[in-house]
């Protein structure tokens, strides 16, 4: 069994600012540092922390791509399925607040450029039973899914950032569905239900289930914890409390670890609770796919906080 993390490989410009610049505004940052990041970069990253043996597709620009890619071989991260493409790798502005806010502008670059050949000739390395993980900071989503669903692979979709290209994919072929609160709002439409501010995490979870009654679903609750819920269970985790620096990468390291443990065979409630762990000490942490622990630091914390 392989995990295959088709998804975005970024450069981020990370800008310390007092608070978010507001419209017509033109403020001082305090600092500025630059990391690996993007969606698939850092899930693949925590996949293979983890200890799963994962191979990351998607694209790179060929003059700006070193780093990207010397930090998955780093983690671990098999990286002969990354085109190199003409023109710049994708990039983020990210402000961060004292406070370990963020907020994110990204390019695209060659996260856009990914062709059906390109996805044949990586998808022709996979079989049934691998593991694809998705996210939607790259094109091409639609017929990664339809192609891997042929194969008989699992299909895990994180739908972030959440847009109208989500409804254009094949959504009854996911088999996991890991979202945050807003994101599912909106790919139920829910802003078009009555009192739609006032629906509940409990509630939410059953819509989805109800929308998607063929895929397990994991609803990030920010300092809720989380949940996750089928047609037959459901179960809930709380945060690990510790001071935030950086929450960049906290849902990606979540979305890794979660399936590192259901990948393993384990229950969706220790599932949970190794997610917790693990974002708990990725927002204790700056940058994105330089704040994913390791497995080992993740157990250690794990022990700790539940004597």
């Known amino acids: 069994m392989k995990v295959l993390v088709f998804g975005s490989l970024n450069i981020d410009y990370v800008y310390s600012v007092e608070h978010f610049v507001q419209p017509g505004e033109t403020i001082s940052s305090t600092a500025r540092q630059i990391f690996c990041g993007g969606k698939g970069l850092n899930q693949a990253i925590a996949f293979a922390k983890y200890g799963h043996d994962t191979w990351q597709a998607g694209a790179v ?4 791509s070193q780093m990207l890619l010397e930090m998955l071989q780093q983690a671990g991260v098999h990286t002969d399925f990354i085109a190199q493409k ?3 790798s994708g990039h983020t502005i990210i402000q961060c607040t004292p406070q370990g806010e963020n907020n994110i502008i990204l390019f695209g670059g060659a996260n856009q450029t990914i062709s059906k050949e390109d996805v044949d000739k990586v998808l022709g390395n996979f079989e049934k039973g691998d593991y694809l993980i998705l996210q939607n900071e790259i094109n091409q989503v639609p017929y990664i899914m339809e192609k891997a669903h042929n194969k008989g692979m699992y299909i895990v979709l994180n739908p972030s950032p959440m847009d109208d290209k989500i ?10 569905l890991i979202l945050n609160e807003i994101e599912a709002t ?3 439409q829910a802003k078009n239900l009555k009192n739609e501010a006032e629906l509940t995490s409990e509630q939410l979870l059953d819509m989805l289930i109800r929308k ?11 300092g809720e914890g989380a949940m996750y819920g089928d047609r037959k269970k459901r179960c809930s985790q709380g945060i690990i409390s510790v001071k935030v620096v950086d929450t960049t990468a906290a849902g990606d390291t979540f979305t890794g670890y979660f399936m590192g443990e259901i990948i393993n065979g384990k229950m969706p409630e220790e599932a949970l609770k190794t997610a917790a762990a693990a974002a708990a000490l990725a927002v204790s942490r700056k940058g994105a796919g330089t ?3 390791a497995y080992a630091e993740v157990e250690k914390m794990k022990q700790e906080k539940h004597k």
């Open 61 to 64: 620009g060929v003059g700006d």
């Open 86 to 88: 003409e023109g710049a």
């Open 167 to 176: 409804f254009k994919m094949p959504l009854k072929y996911v088999d996991y």
């Open 186 to 188: 909106a790919i139920l």
């Open 212 to 222: 998607f009654p063929d895929s397990k679903i994991v609803l990030t609750l920010g």
């Open 291 to 293: 704040s994913i622990p």
